[in-house]
């Protein structure tokens, strides 16, 4: 489909179809008989160009970051007769989406790889932890020197923390279908309480303070224990991220048939270049031994198999009721989860649509 645009001689819009409004992201009423001028940029930039420049086409024109265009125009000859008619008419054609297509593919073969190359890791190193976990129990258990009992503790702590990122790696890798567990009404605040709870006992929160604003009764659908992980996945990232003063507040609730949950903190934000890749598995801006770069590829698995997504924002805007003017101390952070009410029964519906 083409992505018409077309400016009368006093270089007011006259066209401006739904192609080039899916595009441009503006609307129609927004442009139709607004002069050119007035337009928000790069559009004023890019249509002048094309109208004042010796050739009839303008290519590789970059809109914005992701997204590139090819522009035409050509001449419409009116007789004279109607004023108020167009007497340019502008083709944009965007040249991203082949692009985009082919990128979404090789990000597709690179994980299946990545996901071969982790479920060997994890077979291979599996054993010879559970060894080595063996011979620690056995040096604690027949050696009472007071520094040897030290250093089998630290070897068990240590090999306790290879195993838990081997099944990361394992549920990641492998999965599990919805039908392989028994789904109930999970009530979202007692969820996140669960996972605050958890954190505190890992010693993940000393001095940190999370307040649940969650509904008692607002409930969703699903596996409480999955859910569970989501919410200490998140959170513990958010911990990590702030200072002992910081605060990080949680919120939910029902935005048409899904329940919205918010988690927000004051710290230092999400740089721009790090958003669109942080849900992806591997990725971490952290040092090297300090994160796997898996908690929040899991939380966005555990969701969408519940039907639902997860996004991120940040900068959020300063203040809001969840984090006042005077307690924020950087740009801060906002997690938001989305999932159905009843999932099964959206589950039905997503299959129905598919069929079409």
Not at 111 to 139: D, K, M, R, S, Y
Not at 172 to 189: A, D, L, M
Not at 278 to 303: H, M, N, Q, W
Not at 324 to 340: C, E, K, Q, V
Request: charge should be negative.
């Amino acid at each position: 489909m083409l992505a018409i645009c077309a400016i009368r001689p006093d270089r007011t819009i006259a066209v401006w179809n739904p192609h080039l409004e899916a595009i441009a992201g503006l609307e129609q009423q927004q442009v139709i008989d607004r002069s050119l001028e007035t337009l928000p940029e790069p559009w004023p930039q890019i249509l002048t160009r094309l109208l004042q420049g010796e050739e009839n086409s303008l290519f590789g024109v970059e809109l914005r970051s992701g997204v590139s265009l090819n522009l035409y125009r050509t001449p419409v000859d009116t007789g004279g007769i109607h004023r108020e008619a167009a007497s340019q008419l502008v083709i944009v054609e965007n040249i991203s989406a082949p692009q985009s297509m082919e990128s979404r593919l090789f990000h597709k073969e690179r994980l299946a790889f990545v996901g071969q190359v982790a479920a060997g890791v994890a077979h291979e190193i599996g054993n010879p932890v559970t060894a080595i976990a063996c011979l620690a129990q056995n040096l604690k258990l027949d050696n009472e020197n007071d520094a040897t009992q030290v250093i089998a503790d630290q070897i068990l702590v240590q090999t306790e923390r290879i195993s838990t990122i081997l099944q990361s790696l394992s549920y990641f890798v492998h999965g599990n279908t919805q039908g392989q567990r028994q789904w109930q009404r999970v009530t979202v605040k007692k969820c996140i309480d669960d996972a605050v709870q958890l954190l505190s006992l890992g010693n993940r929160m000393p001095g940190h303070q999370i307040s649940n604003h969650c509904p008692e009764d607002l409930t969703v659908e699903g596996d409480e224990q999955r859910l569970s992980q989501v919410f200490v996945n998140i959170l513990a990232n958010s911990l990590e991220a702030c200072t002992e003063t910081t605060p990080i507040n949680t919120r939910c609730f029902i935005d048409e048939q899904m329940v919205r949950i918010e988690i927000t903190d004051a710290g230092p934000g999400i740089p721009p270049q790090h958003q669109a890749n942080i849900f992806e598995p591997f990725y971490t801006t952290k040092d090297p031994g300090s994160g796997t770069g898996l908690g929040l590829a899991i939380a966005r698995a555990i969701v969408n198999e519940h039907l639902g997504d997860i996004s991120v924002e940040s900068p959020i805007p300063m203040p809001t009721p969840d984090l006042p003017a005077d307690t924020a101390s950087g740009p801060g952070t906002r997690f938001i989860i989305r999932l159905p009410l009843r999932a099964h029964t959206r589950a039905t519906e997503i299959s129905g649509l598919t069929k079409y």
